[in-house]
């Protein structure tokens, strides 16, 4: 205590000594809790640390106070030369009249992070590219269950690239910074949460690899966890058999424990105590009030198994309505919006009650049941390939479309995880008709970018093995939400497999995706689970209202892809995590037994409206001659058929027509052109530096024809007929049939031309 009382000054000058003096620190530390309450005033005081955490090959480092000083959280995390600033602000008053939390998350790559210009017109960073926007969902995902439940106050997460090198992937540091920030600042969280990536090369894990290790890794999954609990998990894999996705998740779970001790220990530093704010929750009256005036009605409907989608959400509104009406006059001004919250917090009581006591589910099923299913392929003849994939009221229409290879998706120099051509694409359309709603229809959002991803790497994997080298197409997969009554990123997948075999394209085998849902109790004023239930291929209401959205794809050999998310609770423990990826493996195993009653495997051949593609080999005599000057003939050929032809070596050029029809057109009109005589480059026995005569045989705008030799035509340039500029020979008084002197200069070494002069036989014009 005597200690604690001394002056401001003299305590800065005795906590440099503790900082400099090792066995001043040492003694004062047997004086028991001195030392303890010094080096607090000295965190509490300097507000600046740089603590390090041991994980993988690379540890992590977290630093603060360096920049965005005026932000309300700031961290900066290195691994190797990657360095990450990521900052949180948080608004001081509510936004009233909202429903969920407004959280906001900007992951953004920069250009000079890689010592590089942005190479657009403007040349500089525009809008987000669709990896920017996987990472800000994979952060918005991990952070999000540790908010307050009814927190009202808006909050935005930045994270910016500072340097980037070839080695340290700035996706996992962006997610830990997150979480870094939100510690450092005042804002309400409960954290803190750690990533950690879990890649398998060799059948071996390997904790947080690098760009070059996950080239040649089976597995890429990302795991975000607490202390006790798996928050999120994100990931595509080679067909992994799920013990092997367990052991990663169980793995990445015990490496992400030194990251949390090391933001627990960062927290001591923030600048201002967690900030008082009023949560937007319920009074117990209102709750109560409401729960008698709608509990009967809502338990009625909800075991009503004849309801659908749109008739049970409009029944469940006009209990909604009704009860409102109902409500005493104390509460006429209570908030819309807390209302209706309240509302279905007591619908997400007595759904919870009916399936953890009762063992009821809204449309009748039992807890491991699928919805009914129905699939058709071959849905549209003209097409090269399409399905219909159908699960309760959830529907899409996949179409394939094949296009030439220089179609495929380039590659971006400038990409900070070094972007690959892709020859698949899978692009996700959700129109607001799919819910019976009104709303714009243009760009696609976050949520379009972040399934289709998510199918399209269920799919990736098992096409030829992963690579395109033996098949010459371009694919894009079009999936299209007719109808949506929850799981419709997983219904693109099975849609996505059955389109691709009717389209012919070779496939390993078929994939399918099952969501899977789960409900708890947790015991009150805790969030201890008390009981849980899950359910698979869960329904709109249930994905809405439960507690998780686990989505997996793959085949009967293993997982291809996987996405873990949780909502009202902060995880789960591993228990419940490794029970729901076996229930989720059990119900993809019924639906690919659907499928392939339908369709089994892929086509022998694509159809008959199907593209063609072919190698022709072109020498390099006869190159100029299809290719012409500047590239006019080929680029006429290609305008005029719709065909596309390019170089593919020195000797070889491919042809790609959307039909037959256009095939056969192009290679007739290649096959003349070819036949044309080759120019003659042979000296005729001309001597260089030679002086003949040359009848012209013809004028043109910018020279004459003339015949050298017999059957030797060649052309004299405008430049080289006098020695003063022209602008068409009739300048000079020649005609058709005039002899004139050239000078013979060989051949040209390149085009294999004839030169010739009449202007070296001039003198110099005055």
């Known amino acids: 205590l005597a200690f604690i009382r001394l002056p401001i000054r003299c305590r800065t000058m005795l906590n440099r000594v503790l900082q400099l003096c090792n066995r001043c620190r040492r003694s004062l530390s047997a004086a028991g809790g001195i ?57 001081k008053r509510p936004r009233n009249g909202g429903d969920g939390l407004y959280l906001m998350v900007e992951y953004r790559e920069r250009a000079a992070a890689m010592g590089r210009i942005p190479q657009n017109f403007f040349r500089r960073e525009l809008r987000p590219t669709d990896n920017e926007t996987l990472v800000s969902r994979l952060i918005d995902r991990s952070m999000r269950p540790l908010f307050p439940t009814g927190y009202p106050c808006a909050t935005q997460i930045i994270c910016n690239m500072l340097a980037v090198d070839k080695k340290h992937d700035p996706e996992v540091l962006s997610i830990n910074g997150a979480a870094a920030a939100l510690m450092l600042s005042d804002i309400p969280w409960n954290g803190p949460v750690a990533a950690i990536r879990i890649g398998l090369i060799n059948d071996q894990f390997c904790i947080n690899p ?42 990445g779970f015990k490496e992400a424990q030194p990251i949390i001790d090391s933001l627990t220990e960062l927290a001591h530093y923030r600048k201002h105590p967690t900030r008082e704010v009023q949560l937007e929750v319920s ?64 619908c997400r009581e007595c759904l919870r009650e ?79 008709f799919a819910t019976n709603e009104i709303g714009r229809y243009l760009m696609p959002g976050r949520r379009e970018i972040g399934h289709g991803q998510l199918a399209e790497k269920a799919l990736q994997p098992l096409l030829l093995d992963g ?34 075999f009717d389209a012919g394209v070779p496939m390993k085998s078929a994939a399918a995706g099952v969501a899977c849902g789960l409900i708890v109790k947790t015991k009150p004023d805790s969030d201890e689970i008390e009981k849980y239930q899950i359910l698979a291929d869960i329904m709109g209401m249930e994905d809405a209202i439960g507690n998780m959205d686990f989505k997996m794809a793959g085949t009967r050999e293993g997982i291809t892809s996987l996405q873990v998310d949780f909502k009202n609770i902060p995880g789960v423990p591993y228990h419940i995590f490794e029970e729901a990826v076996m229930t989720s493996r059990d119900a993809r195993y019924k639906v690919l037994d659907i499928m392939d009653q339908c369709q089994s495997a892929p086509r022998p051949n694509l159809k008959e409206n199907g593209p063609c593609y072919t190698t022709i080999d072109v020498p390099p005599e006869k ?19 719709g065909a596309d032809v390019q170089s593919v070596g020195d000797e070889s050029m491919s042809v790609f027509a959307p039909t037959r029809e256009i095939m056969d057109d192009v290679m007739e009109k290649i096959e003349a052109i070819s036949a044309e005589p080759l120019m003659d480059t042979t000296s005729h026995g001309l001597e260089y530096g030679a002086i003949y005569p040359a009848k012209i045989t013809e004028i043109r705008q910018y020279g004459m024809l003339v015949e050298l030799a017999p059957g030797l035509i060649c052309l004299l340039h405008n430049s080289l007929i006098t020695n003063r500029p022209i602008k068409h020979p009739s300048e000079l008084g020649l005609l058709v049939g005039d002899t004139i002197s050239v000078k013979y200069l060989g051949l040209d070494p390149i085009s294999k031309r004839h030169r010739i002069s009449r202007k070296a036989l001039l003198g110099e014009w005055n």
């Open 210 to 251: 690098s760009r070059s290790e996950l080239g040649s890794s089976a597995m890429d999954v990302i795991v975000a966890s607490t202390k006790d609990r798996i928050v999120m998990v994100e990931g595509v894999a080679q067909e992994i058999s799920e013990q092997k996705l367990c052991e990663a998740v169980s793995l």
């Open 623 to 641: 190159r100029k001659r299809l290719v012409g000057t500047g590239g006019h003939r080929i680029k006429a050929l290609v305008a005029e058929t």
């Open 283 to 346: 009074t117990p009256e209102l709750r109560e009030t409401l729960r008698s005036l709608c509990w009967g009605h809502v338990n009625a409907i909800l075991r009503d198994f004849s309801h659908k989608k749109a008739s049970r959400d409009n029944a469940l509104f006009a209990v909604l309505e009704e009860a409102t009406l109902q409500l005493p006059t104390d509460y006429t001004e209570t908030a819309p919006h807390l209302l209706s919250s309240t509302f279905w917090d007591i």
């Open 467 to 500: 690579s395109m080298d033996d098949f010459p197409f371009t694919i894009r997969l079009s999936s299209q939400v007719t109808d949506s009554n929850g799981s419709s990123s997983m219904a693109s997948v099975c849609g996505g497999s059955l389109a691709l």
């Open 35 to 91: 030392s303890w309450q010094l080096s607090a005033w000295t965190r509490a005081s300097s507000h600046h640390a740089a603590i390090t955490a041991d994980v993988g090959k690379s540890p992590i480092t977290f630093s603060t106070s360096k920049y965005a000083n005026l932000a309300d959280g700031a961290a900066l995390v290195q691994s190797g030369n990657t360095s990450v600033l990521v900052t949180a602000v948080g608004e």
């Open 354 to 432: 009916n399936i953890l006591e009762h063992q009821i589910r809204c449309d009748g099923r039992g807890m491991y049941d699928l919805r009914p299913i129905q699939c058709d392929v071959d849905v549209f003849k003209p097409l090269h390939g399409s399905a219909v994939f159908k699960r309760g009221e959830t529907q899409v229409f996949c179409s394939v479309t094949f296009d030439s290879p220089e179609s495929a998706v380039k590659a971006d120099l400038i990409s900070i995880l070094g972007g690959q051509r892709r020859r698949f694409m899978l692009h996700y359309e959700f129109p607001p």
